[in-house]
């Protein structure tokens, strides 16, 4: 039978403060598919300090030396490929598992509304290429691979990105379908990413089972239309204990609603702090 896990990363355990002054402490984020014949696929995977976890997740599903056919990273911040990136630096984390195929798209033009790029994350993917030995895939929108019948369709790609103000809109949404079960995936994309992901597919093509709530499930994104066209019953939330309880109070007045309401219409909610999950497909 298909799994879907939610790996609760250790930043997910966070209980300080948490607002615009301290800092919004990201939780990271990691998952791991698994198709009906035990084929692996990983999206993102956590901090630095996950990697060593992580791994261990891996090999609890795949065996001691576990074979990933595919590892897609949605965008270049840390808290989503660190994990990965720990596990290249380290010989004998990376010498025991095999990374068929990396995806990712980072575009090197990218500049934020302040000016900073993400010359960061090449040298970083240099990396994990090189101890890997994985081949690179860069995913085109409307561009559909699969694994052991378990299909991944891109939604979203930097190429769409019109108006570029943070890493965060580079984000990959991609849509997974495996066993009886629709996931969509949105990393941490900004609400103009589902602005054009809505605008471009019809509510039938965007419908899920299983939703990915954007950018950890924080207020500065999320749009209502969207989630009503993605009508998921079942919502995944990697976020920190604070982010949660901040989100819940009325610290940020309306600005979470959009968030809350896909809240109110699913029937049920993982959220990361509460453990790692495994989910049936």
């Not at 929108?141 to 790609?157: A, Q």
């Not at 900004?190 to 419908?207: H, S």
Request: with cysteine.
């Amino acid at each position: 039978m298909a799994k879907l896990i939610q790996y609760s990363t250790k930043a997910s355990a966070y209980d300080g403060p948490f607002d615009s002054v301290v800092g919004w402490a990201a939780a990271g984020m990691g998952y791991l598919l698994i198709t009906d014949h035990g084929k692996l696929v990983v999206i993102d995977g956590g901090n630095r300090e996950d990697g060593e976890d992580f791994l261990a997740l891996l090999r609890k599903y795949g065996g001691e030396k576990p074979e990933i056919d595919l590892w897609i990273v949605t965008h270049p911040h840390l808290d989503h490929y660190g994990a990965l990136l720990t596990i290249a630096e380290r010989e004998e984390l990376f010498s025991s598992l095999t990374v068929k195929k990396l995806v990712y798209d980072f575009p090197r033009a990218f500049r934020s509304a302040k000016g900073k790029g993400i010359e960061y994350a090449f040298p970083h993917f240099d990396t994990i290429l090189r101890a890997t030995g994985a081949e690179r895939h860069t995913p085109l929108t409307g561009e559909e691979m699969s694994v052991d019948g378990m299909k991944i369709g891109f939604f979203y790609v930097p190429a769409d990105v019109t108006i570029l103000d943070n890493p965060n809109q580079l984000s990959l949404i991609l849509q997974v379908t495996a066993g009886k079960k629709k996931i969509l995936f949105t990393g941490d994309a900004y609400r103009r990413n589902l602005e054009i992901v809505l605008w471009r597919y019809p509510a039938e093509k965007l419908a899920s089972d299983i939703l990915q709530m954007p950018h950890h499930g924080l207020c500065d994104t999320g749009y209502e239309p969207f989630y009503r066209a993605v009508d998921a019953k079942t919502l995944l939330i990697p976020i920190s204990i604070a982010g949660d309880r901040t989100m819940h109070s009325d610290a940020y007045g309306d600005e979470p609603e959009a968030n809350l309401a896909a809240e109110r219409n699913a029937a049920e909610i993982f959220k990361a702090f509460e453990g790692t999950r495994e989910i049936a497909l």
